[in-house]
């Protein structure tokens, strides 16, 4: 590949920061689109004429602000969502030392997004899938069951009753490629009954919104506190449903009351409208055992979400909704909005298979010990290293969020640390500010480091002018 | 589960008669729902009061026209997608031998949609899923490429090169989860430049112009013949887009001659029109070289689609486009148009796998001996046992096309077929009468016996008064 950069003199004091600047304004102008590859350092350093140390630090740079997505045996790529937010970096240049490891990922991978993936149990996923190809009858190689195979959708809801509460039939369970391609479904099967207007957690995981908006629904933004989503706010916003995550609110990591989830299913039930509660990492809780369901009060009016993209990876792509039995009929009767992306029948009979010998549970079982283990330890080096921060929503789930005084930039912090190895993101709630860190790829052993670049990122931002010592 | 089924004197002579309408009508009634389970024969027998033999045998013959779907180990249960067609069979009463098998399948299963599902390489897949599992980094267990993973992008590229002339770049392949998945992702592009009406061949697959009407676009039929679609009926209609079946017309069996190839060409780009080519079975010809694809013509009009389906398994939900680079653009700046359902990216790096190794081509070799085969088996039994049907389009593919008398009920012969265990598809073509009629799945031994019981379908429906000898 033939890149063409200008290391223009004005963008920075040093070659390195010269070349960062033209690699950044290559992939923010879209010269250089998401996925393509970039040249191997060797190569570019030839064409700039510098030394190819300049070109590796420039690549690790801007792997660690997210624009790039260096992968083993792979090369260097661009990558799929460069982080608009990371533009900060460059408007205060980082006098941090270079990133010297191999980049192919963060030095330390706090992004709240991402289960253990060092966890996944390859051995119980490969013997099951060596099972089902053994014993899979020829017929059931053609094309499957649209909306999951049975065996799948019975584990779902014996596992689902059992470990969340959830009251429902392997009928009602829809097996997709995961949260996000149950949404789009989600959305039109509500419209088509009608709806209009969908209320969404503010602040929350924007693909919940713009998923509701691509649908050609109306998103209207709920406020959420400490206790989650408001349902007192709902009253005169004739909403057709509510997306709510009731047991572990993202991103601020608040836990729906009770009194709250009572009077969340009371609106539904008196105005019709029917929730969505997104379970997208309940069966992780450290304190006392996972609160219920919401669907278990109530499984006419909710519809339940979950995956196992943060109980065994991402990469497998397989999720399910729940549905009212009501949906169910509706669901059948408009082939239109059979799920788009039914997983592989393979996986889906692999995946049925470890929740019947027990290995999802002794799975998540691990899990939860690694979590705990990862989480106190970014505690301890929070309180250690980084006092000034007060911590919440970290009773559950995967990541905690650190609240900073309210009018510190966070965009800023998150960049900063960046520029120092720290992948994680912006809190992005009106009135608050606060960065949200997943422990989930932080191995004890690192916390203390990944504390201390946070500190200095977080000096460089709230204290400016103060010059902290590493 | 408690099934009401009222067997009513009137629906037959026999109880068999009486019980195979009673769930009949259940079935097409919607009071048992696609998916639902039924009793066991045992129970069902029991309720009704008649000898379990009964029940055996209604369900089997439900199962041959398409209403149940009998599946080893997981119990009867309605079918998906129950066949409207088959109804005629219940206005003639069958009075052919019961169907004995053990209902897993239609006794003689020439469905053309599906490739020789007794051919899928398990081994090797397995083989693949394996290397995979043990050599694929932590890191990649994370979210994938939302447009496929960039080894198997590569690997497409360079395989659509080879055996079918496509000129393309990794960045410009989408992985899928197959067709099916890639026509919303293609629609919503074109409608997001402006796109209204596309063309679609007439007869076609169905699939292809529901989805266009479901992107809210307008599908404009366009006819074929013999030659495959007719471009010089194109001019007036203000289409953006033409979907088209170039190497293999579905469901006439027909090849876009070389003449029609140029002339939709030129008026794609006279028109600045965007050309689908659904390139669903193309790897299979047997008697002179594959024709080269429409896409390698012109790769800035041609959107080249194609899956696994017909070459490994539908199974594995796998599929691809070729975008012009103009359309790639326009998909990395939509983030709502991304696909959909990406598959697993364990999956798609064992395919790539499979590419690189070569497996795929000696997959298909192997296939293209068994194919042929089975198809010499198909047409020789015609020939001898059917020889008033002219056969259409077998010179490709997995299917051809049986013609019938113009005036002949296609609709009726198909019913008829069911009833006797013999499964296949109408044209459904204006003006001409016909069968599709695949030979993926019908082993050379089985072909007499299929074709024999064709040839009673015909005579009761083409000479209604004439009594066959079997």
Not at 106 to 125: C, E, K, N, Y
Not at 202 to 220: K, N, Q
Request: hydrophobic fraction near 40%; glycine fraction near 8%.
């Amino acid at each position: 590949m033939d890149l063409h950069l200008d290391l223009d003199a004005s963008a920075g004091r040093t070659l390195r920061a010269r070349a960062e600047h033209a690699l950044r304004e290559a992939v923010r102008s879209g010269r250089l689109p998401p996925g393509s590859r970039l040249p191997a350092t060797r190569a570019l350093a030839q064409q700039l004429g510098v030394s190819r140390g300049v070109v590796v630090e420039a690549y690790a740079q801007l792997a660690a602000e997210g624009y790039l997505d260096t992968r083993r045996g792979g090369g260097t790529r661009v990558a799929d969502h460069p982080v608009p937010a990371a533009a900060p970096a460059e408007a205060a240049p980082s006098d941090a030392a270079p990133d010297d490891d191999d980049g192919s990922a963060p030095r330390h991978d706090l992004r709240p997004s991402l289960p253990a993936v060092d966890g996944f149990p390859r051995q119980a996923w490969l013997g099951a899938i060596t099972r089902i190809l053994r014993t899979i009858p020829d017929q059931r190689l053609g094309y499957g069951d649209r909306n999951g195979e049975p065996e799948l959708r019975a584990a779902l809801a014996g596992s689902l009753a059992r470990t969340r509460g959830v009251r429902t039939t392997p009928e009602e369970v829809i097996v997709t490629g995961g949260l996000r391609d149950s949404l789009p479904l989600l959305w039109r099967l509500l419209k088509a009954r009608g709806a209009k207007r969908v209320g969404v957690e503010e602040p929350g995981w924007w693909r919940i919104s713009s998923s509701v908006a691509e649908a050609g629904l109306t998103p209207v933004p709920i406020p959420t506190d400490d206790e989650g989503l408001d349902p007192s706010k709902l009253a005169s916003l004739k909403l057709d449903a509510v997306a709510v995550t009731p047991a572990h609110q993202f991103p601020t990591g608040a836990v729906l009351s009770p009194t709250r989830r009572a009077a969340l299913v009371a609106w539904a039930r008196r105005r019709g409208a029917i929730i969505l509660e997104d379970d997208y990492d309940a069966e992780f809780r450290y304190d006392r055992q996972p609160i219920g369901s919401l669907q278990g009060l109530a499984p006419d009016l909710v519809v339940y979400g979950g995956s196992c993209s943060k109980t065994l990876a991402p990469a497998l792509r397989l999720g399910w909704l729940v549905l009212p039995s009501s949906l169910v009929a509706e669901l059948h009767a408009d082939d239109a909005s059979s799920p788009a992306g039914t997983p592989p029948t393979i996986d889906q009979l692999a995946l049925a298979d470890l929740f019947d010998r027990g290995e999802v549970d002794r799975h998540l079982r691990r899990q939860r010990i690694r979590y705990r283990k990862r989480r106190d330890a970014l505690l301890d080096a929070i309180a250690e290293h980084l006092p000034q921060v007060e911590v919440r929503g970290a009773a559950a789930g995967l990541f905690a969020v650190l609240l900073l005084p309210p009018d510190a930039d966070e965009e800023a912090v998150v960049a900063q640390a960046a520029s120092r190895g720290v992948a994680l993101e912006p809190l992005r709630a009106a009135g608050r500010s606060g960065l949200v860190a997943g422990y989930a790829n932080l191995p004890e052993a690192g916390a203390p480091a990944a504390v201390k670049a946070l500190r200095q990122a977080v000096a460089q931002v709230v204290r400016p002018t103060t010059d902290v010592p590493t």
